[in-house]
């Protein structure tokens, strides 16, 4: 594709510093994590002594400090208040996902999570009243599982009683605390979410195949026959009716989809953009008890609607390639992001049906760049007065709101998510029974959303090493793919014919068939699978007995559960700037699985919201959704018949890592075998048979 490179060069430095300004400056070599605070003092509101919250401080206990913050920058992070029953939210989503409970297909409102779940009026007061003292604009969902928090690292400063720095971490530069955080014990606050920015490691699973031979790619035609959707469609299934979402890692131009559609000579969706936009939490009404005082949404709280991508044949194409010590404002230099073309171009042409929703998060606000000090009457602005500075940022690393916005509107009956990273890397913030990310995938799954997340692109070794920035060989799965309460989708290399007619075995995607892709992310050795280190398999997984040498799972969570094409030297076409003459050409990853099975889905939700029996038992406003798919695929599959049915088994290939992309393999796992394995996981599931098993309505 054209100019591919470069852009990948910028999307790199976006993922590192989206949330932050420049970096410039704090000079000097790695050295060791200060253990001691060399912040402010402790904010004086008569605190009895600081409260203990998670903040992400294993991370940086591998990162090497480079120096202090030289100047203020603008700073998004997510509070969660201590919720009144999380562990009860986990498992009511499991219970609402599994076929024969009780509570199967009883779906919840997002005002009902709030009030049952979440955080309580009194909770979320206490910790809005808390931040909003400094400055730091603060925003809320219905939900009432987290709060977010906009401002100036200045305010950060005076809140958490710290100063900060500049870290390294493998590859990436990213600002954290200088010492330990701290707010007043009495403020219930349970955890901190990008104040250690985690997010600068999580990165997309888009690759580029290392040759340019296979042109521009399999057409959404070729996929369609191969999977298919062809039958469904014949049945008038495109997904008409049903709310699909992305969740965005960077912007995108809605133009291109029709211009792909027409690339192709296929119908696609129309793209919506979703903004995040969290309810004002006005500091006046904080004291009325009762419900949780919301106002208005953006721009009061910093959030607003994300600007136009920059067409990259403009003046600012150079400028945003060359600033290499900072982060573009993105106003004016606002590249379209590939991985989320690839999201919406492949979703948009397999389910043309569908309603689609686009979730982007970005802020924007004026500070003074001497004192740090946030102008409140600038908030949610495109440009600044004399005298300030326009901080925003947007993409991948504010992943976490824009899916606090898509529980909160409730509008999508299936999210695909692209991205990931190593799930010890992330560990305790996001996993573990008190965390962010079980809340919050446990919050879709109890509305009856269906997750699709891609796997990984690195075996079984998706943690980086924080001193080289290298993939080892150790065992690591990839979250939130390792989520119980969405579906992990692995990655296949598909042998079609120009119709689409499979030429052969369906294999997994690995090394033995692409060569590791372009290189641009880790070894990019093939489908993401494993076995967790830290989330216990759910009960659709329990008794699963693996072969062909494959670890056991031993009471942990197996990944993958399903599998779609990946392999960049098979897949699908992608297209940036098309608009503007930009090429489509062929890419792969487990970035193009996941929207791949994402668009299936919404067919089998458009046959089920048809069917008459369907529907039958199940409650709230969107009775024809049927929760986390994963119970059900393998309620399918214990079956022999109708496992044999609807799956195609696969059975050849690995995803053994090898180190940094040679072809020696280094480790035991993970091998494609008959049944359930680590690396296609069930296999891969065909649509119109999927239908037929699901509604009971046969599709030809």
């Known amino acids: 594709m054209a100019r591919t490179p470069r852009i990948r060069t910028l999307v790199a430095t976006l993922i590192a510093a989206s949330l932050l300004a420049a970096c410039g400056g704090g000079g000097g070599a790695g050295s060791s994590l200060p253990t001691s605070n060399t912040g402010g003092a402790i904010p004086p509101i008569g605190s009895t002594g600081p409260s203990s919250f998670r903040w992400g401080q294993r991370m940086l206990q591998q990162a090497s400090y480079i120096g202090p ?53 009194a909770n979320q007061a206490k910790v809005a009243a808390y931040f909003q003292q400094y400055g730091i604009g603060v925003g809320s969902w219905p939900q009432n599982l987290v709060l977010s928090l906009v401002g100036s690292s200045t305010q950060f400063t005076a809140a958490l009683g710290v100063k900060f720095g500049y870290y390294q971490y493998g590859k990436e530069r990213f600002i954290a605390p200088i010492g330990t955080p701290h707010v007043n014990g009495s403020i219930p606050l349970a955890a901190l979410n990008a104040l250690v920015p985690i997010a600068s490691q999580v990165h997309d699973y888009l690759i580029r195949p290392s040759t340019g031979a296979f042109g521009p790619g399999l057409s959404p035609q070729q996929v369609a026959r191969a999977f298919d959707f062809t039958g469904a469609y014949n049945a008038g299934l495109t997904g008409n009716g049903i709310g699909l979402g992305i969740i965005g ?22 793209v919506s953009l979703i903004p995040t936009s969290p309810f004002y939490v006005n500091p006046a009404s904080l004291n009325v008890p009762g419900t949780f005082p919301y106002g208005p949404g953006f721009p009061t709280t910093g959030f607003t609607t994300p600007p136009k991508d920059t067409n990259p044949t403009d003046s600012n194409f150079n400028t945003c390639m060359t600033t290499g010590t900072g982060v573009p404002n993105f106003q004016t230099c606002n590249l379209e992001d590939g991985e989320a073309q690839l999201d919406t171009e492949t979703t948009a042409s397999l389910a043309p049906g569908v309603n689609e929703n686009f979730y982007l998060a970005y802020y924007s606000f004026c500070y003074n760049a001497g004192t740090g000090i946030v102008d409140s009457a600038n908030i949610g602005v495109t440009s600044c007065p004399a005298g ?78 924080p001193i080289t920035g290298l993939y080892p060989t150790t065992p690591c799965v990839s979250y939130p793919a390792s989520d119980t309460n969405v579906v992990a989708v692995g990655g296949v290399n598909l042998p079609v014919d120009g119709g689409g007619n499979l030429l052969g075995q369906i294999t997994a995607w690995a090394d033995q068939t692409t060569l590791g892709g372009n ?144 072809l020696a393999p280094i480790t035991g796992c993970c091998f494609s075998t008959p049944g359930y394995d680590l690396v296609t996981g069930l296999g891969v599931p065909m649509t119109g048979r999927l239908i037929t098993a699901i509604t009971k309505t046969p599709v030809n």
């Open 69 to 121: 913050l030289t100047k203020p920058v603008a700073m998004a992070m997510l509070a969660q208040p201590q919720l009144q029953n999380e562990a009860g939210l986990v498992t009511y989503a499991q219970q609402a996902s599994t076929p024969g409970n009780p509570n199967y297909r009883h779906f919840l409102t997002p005002q009902q999570i709030g009030q049952m779940y979440g955080a309580a009026p």
């Open 388 to 465: 300030e500075t326009l901080g925003d940022a947007e993409g991948i690393s504010l992943a976490d709101f824009e899916i606090q916005q898509a529980i909160a509107d409730n509008r999508s009956d299936v999210l695909s998510l692209s991205y990931g990273e190593g799930e010890t890397d992330l560990s305790p913030l996001y996993i573990g029974t008190n965390g962010l990310g079980p809340s919050e995938f446990a919050a879709l799954a109890a509305e009856g959303i269906a997750v699709f997340v891609a796997s990984g692109d690195n075996g079984n070794a998706n943690c980086v090493d």
């Open 249 to 270: 890692t960077g912007p995108i131009d809605p133009n291109d989809v029709p211009y792909y559609g027409a690339a192709f000579h296929t119908r696609v969706a129309t």
């Open 519 to 662: 290189g641009t992310w880790g070894n990019n050795i093939g489908s993401g699978g494993g076995v967790s280190v830290l989330i216990p398999a759910p009960a659709w997984q329990a008794g699963l007995t693996l072969t062909g040498g494959n670890p056991q799972l031993g009471g942990y969570r197996g990944v993958p559960d399903i599998a779609m094409d990946a392999d960049p030297l098979t897949g699908q076409g992608m297209g940036q700037y098309i608009a503007y003459g930009g090429t489509i050409g062929a890419v792969g990853g487990t970035s193009m699985a996941a929207p791949q099975a994402a668009a299936q889905w919404a067919l089998v939700l458009q046959a089920c919201k048809q069917s008459a029996t369907c529907g039958n038992g199940a409650t709230g406003p969107y009775s024809y959704r049927l929760g986390n798919p994963a119970p059900l695929f393998y309620q399918i599959a214990s079956t022999p018949a109708n496992y044999a049915s609807v799956f195609e088994d696969v059975q050849y290939g690995e995803n053994e890592a090898n180190q940094n992309g040679s």
